[in-house]
């Protein structure tokens, strides 16, 4: 499995892949908000999402785990 983490701390304030869905590398998955600011979480290689383990309006940290990848 591979792990999509947060490259900072921040809300989650919207989800852009679900379970299931195939992923291409670069792609934005997550939305934070930090700082006022929106902040796109991006895939390193392409996959299928196994799971999402994170909500929106759930707050993470920097290094967090997002979602996973199959």
Do not use: C, R, Y
Not at 8 to 33: F, R
């Amino acid at each position: 499995m591979k792990q999509v983490t947060a490259s900072m701390a921040g809300t989650v304030i919207q989800l852009l892949a679900q379970a299931g869905a195939e992923v291409s590398a670069g792609a934005d998955v997550v939305m934070l908000e930090s700082m006022k600011m929106e902040v796109p979480i991006q895939t390193e290689s392409a996959g299928k999402v196994a799971s999402v383990k994170v909500n929106v309006g759930d707050f993470v940290n920097e290094g967090d785990v997002l979602l996973e990848l199959e």
